[in-house]
T-cell receptor
Framework: EAGVAQSPRYKIIEKRQSVAFWCNPI?????LYWYQQILGQGPKLLIQ????????DSQLPKDRFSAERLKGVDSTLKIQPAKLEDSAVYLC??????????????FGPGTRLTVL | RKEVEQDPGPFNVPEGATVAFNCTYS??????FFWYRQDCRKEPKLLMS???SGNEDGRFTAQLNRASQYISLLIRDSKLSDSATYLC?????????????FGTGTRLKVLA
């Protein structure tokens, strides 16, 4: 079974530039998550999709971050404009979406963003 | 108070030692609990779920104490390959949806 795919793996940009990340979840997984992991910290949920609907985006800085999952499959996360403090690893995860006892999440390899 | 708290470590232990980590959570409505393992510059991977009755998987034992609101992970006979960051995950049900909350992780270094 193919895992969660993410691209690019690394990105270096200057502050105030824009950047976009792509995620393709495991086939058939209804729930997709975007996390931000700053060095030395645990992953912080930015946004959670159930199919193509947003379930939770309470921690997404909506003035600069946006995400979409138009067809309920792959997803993009955009930052515009980037700030220095956005330097982090952006992890995408997916889960089957049954959510009866809390699904296991499967993570992609992440995109390491450096903002100069 | 943070929703999920872990001692960041590092815990430096010799090979063969037994080591235990705790993770405390603040919301008594938390429903499910997991331990994830994260190797340096890699993504988190599920290590084990934590059940109310406690559960064991080889050298790893997870326990849940709802009264005191903490979960624990015990690793017996530590191996060099156990060196990693161990993330505690708590699932909170709010408004009918599940919210995953990660701790900051505990770093373990197993020394030869």
């Amino acid at each position: 079974e193919a895992g969660v795919a993410q691209s690019p793996r690394y990105k270096i940009i200057e502050k105030r530039q824009s950047v976009a990340f792509w995620c393709n979840p495991i086939s058939g997984h209804a729930t997709l998550y975007w996390y931000q992991q700053i060095l030395g910290q645990g992953p912080k949920l930015l946004i959670q999709f159930q199919n193509n609907g947003v379930v939770d985006d309470s921690q997404l800085p909506k003035d600069r971050f946006s995400a979409e999952r138009l067809k309920g499959v792959d997803s993009t996360l955009k930052i515009q404009p980037a700030k220095l403090e956005d330097s982090a690893v952006y992890l995408c995860a997916s889960s089957p979406g049954r959510q009866r006892v809390g699904d296991t999440q499967y993570f992609g390899p992440g995109t390491r963003l450096t903002v100069l | 108070r943070k929703e999920v708290e872990q001692d960041p470590g590092p815990f430096n232990v010799p090979e063969g030692a037994t080591v235990a980590f705790n993770c405390t959570y603040s919301n008594s409505a938390s429903q499910s609990f997991f331990w994830y393992r994260q190797d340096c510059r890699k993504e988190p991977k599920l290590l084990m779920s934590v059940y109310s009755s406690g559960n064991e998987d080889g050298r790893f034992t997870a326990q849940l104490n709802r009264a005191s609101q903490y979960i624990s992970l015990l690793i017996r006979d530590s191996k060099l390959s156990d060196s990693a960051t161990y993330l505690c995950v708590v699932i909170l049900v709010t408004s009918g949806t599940y919210k995953y909350i990660f701790g900051t992780g505990t770093r373990l270094k197993v020394l030869a």
